[in-house]
């Protein structure tokens, strides 16, 4: 029996919201909500203009009566038949992106360890190339190659680098390194492979949403989906995980676990992604640091990561078709930000560790 | 193997009852990367007391601590809590009875006490209920069993290093544990401070919390300790009440350090007064 007093209000220094559904209570903080819920229109937004751009351009208000069921039969068609499906994929495996660098970033606590710069994103293109080179190029086969070469990767760069932890420098100079080897492996088997294959595989390789289809698309989801929901369960752990594996362990979080299951997901959100779009740089790099940066949290916050990631998918795929004068893979553009982002990240954090 | 503690001298009133131990260590062997530190050593905390262990550096008094608080595997041995083997409680139910306050705790940038705090809370909480007005109470209680409740809203990488050390506790205290271990929690803090802490963990330890404290600062364990284990070289050389434990040939043996103990002219305990070490060095010629 505990005695029921008046819990005295504490000021813990920002605004929180109490959530309740059922028997789930979350407390949340405000900025995060709000931010969440900009991030969230943003993308519903971004998407009712993808969804109306190309050739037979649609106003927005055409969009939206047909998503709800209305519009033209050559509405329906344009609508969902051409363009759904690559929007789509540009917000769920942009967010899928998102949440993958987060957790990278989150378990070895630095910014640049993300999953492209790591060469994860490179092994599941080379696992994919070599399921088409060697197999065929059905999309389950395909897929399989990619979340398969994503795991190996994940395996050779911790058979490497495990020896100077998770949270070392050695960490990203060996997956550098292991990218750099990987993309040349890459480009080898496109210079050898058929020239019909190089031509279509060549063009996946920068990463672009040419092309996406349901069938991949839908089967990228009914994989990540899962995932997700495994994350949603280590989540409270991550965060105890950031006090330090002392803390973490003492408290009853078990790190060696958490940091291994929550790596795994990570890979395989990547693998999944990449199966269905190819290596697109730069969102899972830069999505959790955004996400941080605009939430404002000591940790770097899950959700608006995925919701950043979307954006930033979608943003660039805009841009690769409808802004530049040359339509190009949407993969190149989020290279070109990507790579100034890079450069700038580790001047950053070469002046931090000096 | 633990010398026993001569029964000469009757424990002191403040002395707890000697063998019930919620908390022990049977025979264990700790170490790191197979070179043990300790080897099949046996320890029983005393429950209700203010045990700290001391001994000088490298010595496995961290490396104990570590091990009872499964923060180590035992090669050998077993630690145990409540009559079970440690390791094959869960988790979480470990953590809810015995917390931790380890050197290495590190506090994410930007985060603000009150939250730091709530952190503590972890063991009780569920997948689906992960607040509650319970968590809010144990929060609000630990920020003002460490006086730290006016700096809850202010972010941790703001506060002075005293500060931040109670801020570490009320987490540790969060956790609402009858037993609370403390690896070297007056380190790096000036005199002031240390003092301070000593006074909040004695005053933790009368309010009914058994405390295990690693400590270097001798003087500190045998004022605040009602019980001290004294190691060195991976075995325990003394234990038991620090007047029996701080004496000066049990100093001298345990840290070599020629010394004289006198009475603490504040609580009437054992004070050492080092005499200087001898510097082994040559040093020139003396007349």
Redesign the interface.
């Known amino acids: 029996m505990s005695l029921i007093r008046d819990v005295p209000p504490i000021d813990v220094g920002y605004r929180s919201s109490v959530l309740r559904a059922g028997p789930f209570v979350v407390s949340l903080r405000r900025r995060s909500l709000v931010v969440a819920t900009v991030f969230v229109a943003v993308v519903l937004t971004l998407g009712v203009v993808a969804l109306g751009l190309g050739t037979y351009p649609l106003a927005p208000d055409a969009v939206v009566r047909t998503l709800l069921g209305g519009g033209t039969e050559l509405d329906r068609i344009v609508v969902f038949d051409w363009r759904l499906a690559r929007t789509l994929a540009a917000i769920v495996l942009g967010g899928f992106l998102g949440i993958a660098g987060a957790v990278f970033q989150t378990v070895t606590r630095n910014p640049l360890a993300s999953p492209d710069i790591l060469g994860l994103s490179n092994g599941a293109f080379t696992g994919m190339l070599l399921t088409v080179v060697l197999f065929s190029a059905s999309w389950p086969l395909v897929t399989a190659g990619g979340v398969a070469g994503g795991l190996v990767t994940a395996v050779v760069i911790w058979a490497l680098a495990h020896r100077g932890g998770t949270q070392g420098f050695r960490l990203i100079v060996i997956g550098i390194g292991v990218a750099a080897m990987l993309s040349s492996a890459n480009t080898w088997m496109l210079l050898e492979v058929e020239l019909d294959t190089a031509m279509f595989a060549s063009a996946w390789g920068a990463g672009t949403l040419n092309g996406v289809a349901g069938a991949p698309l839908a089967g990228a989801v009914a994989c990540g989906v899962p995932l997700v929901a495994v994350l949603v369960v280590l989540a409270p752990r991550l965060r105890q995980l950031d006090l330090g594996d002392d803390v973490a362990t003492a408290t009853g979080a078990r790190p060696g676990l958490v940091r291994a299951l929550s790596l795994l997901v990570a890979v395989g959100l990547v693998s999944v992604s990449t199966a269905v779009i190819g290596p697109v740089a730069f969102i899972a790099l830069a999505a959790p640091q955004i996400a941080r940066r605009v939430a404002g949290t000591p940790y770097i916050p899950l959700t608006v990561s995925a919701l950043v990631g979307a954006c930033l998918l979608l943003v660039s795929d805009l841009v690769a078709q409808h802004v530049l004068p040359v339509a190009l893979p949407a993969g190149v553009v989020t290279v070109s930000v990507g790579g100034l982002y890079l450069v700038v990240t580790i001047i950053q954090e070469i002046r931090r560790r000096a | 193997m633990p010398e026993p503690t001569p029964p000469t001298t009757p424990p002191a009133p403040t002395a707890p009852s000697e063998g019930v131990s919620r908390l022990r260590a049977d025979a264990v062997t700790l170490g790191y990367d197979d070179r043990p530190v300790i080897e099949g050593l046996t320890a029983a905390i005393p429950d209700g007391s203010f045990t700290v262990i001391i001994g000088p550096n490298a010595c496995g008094k961290s490396t104990l601590l570590r091990g009872l ?3 180590l595997k035992p090669g050998a041995g077993q630690v145990v809590l409540d009559g079970t083997e440690i390791r094959s409680l ?7 009875r ?3 306050l ?15 705090v ?3 809370r ?2 009780h ?1 569920g ?8 968590d ?2 144990a ?2 209680d630990a ?1 003002d069993a460490t006086g730290t ?1 006016g700096l ?4 941790v990488d703001e506060l002075s290093g005293g500060q931040r050390q109670r801020v570490w506790v009320a ?2 205290l969060a ?1 609402q544990t009858d037993l609370l271990l403390l690896d070297e929690p007056t380190t790096f803090l000036d005199i002031a401070h240390q003092v301070e802490l000593m006074e909040l963990f004695a005053h933790l330890n009368r309010t009914g919390r058994t405390i295990v404290a690693v400590l270097h600062d001798l003087n500190h364990a045998a004022r605040y300790a009602d019980h001290i284990i004294a190691m060195r070289d991976g075995r325990i050389v003394a234990s038991g009440a620090p007047s029996e434990v701080v004496t000066s040939s049990r100093v001298e043996e345990v840290f070599d350090l020629p010394n004289i103990v006198i009475e603490d002219p504040v609580t009437g305990g054992p004070l050492v007064v080092p005499r200087g070490a001898p510097v082994t060095a040559t040093s020139g010629a003396r007349p």
């Open positions: 608080s499964r923060l869960p988790a979480k139910d470990v953590a809810r015995l917390g931790l380890p050197q290495s705790a590190i506090a994410p940038d930007g985060i603000t006490v009150a939250d730091l709530a952190r503590g972890y063991p909480q997948l689906l209920r992960q607040w509650s007005t319970v809010e109470q929060v609000a920020l409740r809850a809203p202010r972010r987490m540790v956790q």
